[in-house]
């Protein structure tokens, strides 16, 4: 299975920090990866899909780069809404494998 | 707008099976792969299995495979998801989510889930 690796696990940061969040695949996934968020309680949304395309009605302030094993994801200015755990993962190889997750909170 | 309400979870004991559904709106349903994830109380995510648009593929990951069985109803716009065998490591929020695409590409809509325990 692909292993997927973010770091850091877990931020502090104030709003309007920018923050940035990076995913290492064990190999080569092409640009298969994808970006989403989860405030506590609810359901994952994405946020980026394709390694840099940003889903409709995602705000401009989240951007994306990468290829092949290398991806970060960046939030320009951090919003209270931002506050929350964000996760990469692979679709290019079943099974889909996730990042172990970035947990951002209020400094 | 895409909507996906998952029920169907709840308490059960270990070696017990239980059905999962989820209901589809908004979106035409038989066009799409459709997914199930689950996340352990306390962490990441994880994808349990895939079905093809049409019903005629799916795949799962190695932990629920032989054991759960996804399928749809596409006249009832309806995914399921039964569990059988259960561990308790199976408890989990189990989350329905449509794919981009017809086979798996991304998956870009879910639910809320629904909770799954596993215990005696």
């Known amino acids: 299975d692909i292993q997927m690796t973010q770091s850091p696990s877990s931020l502090s940061a104030s709003v309007g920090d920018r923050v940035t969040i990076t995913c290492r695949a064990s190999q080569s996934v092409n640009n298969y990866v994808h970006w989403c968020r989860q405030k506590p309680g609810r359901g994952p949304e994405l946020l980026i899909y394709a390694a840099s395309t940003l889903q409709s009605g995602v705000p401009s302030r989240f951007s994306a780069s990468g290829s092949g094993t290398d991806f970060t994801l960046t939030i320009s200015s951090l919003q209270p809404e931002d506050f929350a755990t964000y996760y990469c993962q692979q679709s290019l190889f079943f099974p889909w494998t996730f990042g172990q997750g970035t947990k951002v909170d209020i400094k | 707008q895409v909507r996906l309400v998952e029920s169907g979870g709840g308490v059960v004991q270990p070696g017990r099976s239980l059905r999962l559904s989820c209901a589809a709106s908004g979106f035409g349903f038989s066009q799409y792969g459709m997914h199930w994830f689950r996340q352990a109380p306390g962490k990441g995510l994880e994808w349990v299995a895939i079905?093809?648009?049409?019903?005629?593929?799916?795949k799962y990951a190695d932990s629920v495979k032989g054991r759960f069985t996804i399928s749809r109803d596409n006249s009832e716009d309806t995914l399921y998801l039964q569990l059988s065998s259960l561990r308790v490591d199976d408890t989990a929020i189990y989350y329905c989510?449509?794919?981009?695409?017809?086979?798996?590409?991304?998956?870009?809509?879910w639910g809320q889930g629904t909770l799954v325990t596993v215990s005696s």
């Open positions: 989510a449509r794919d981009r695409k017809g086979y798996g590409y991304y998956a870009d809509y």
């Open positions: 079905i093809w648009f049409d019903g005629s593929k799916s």
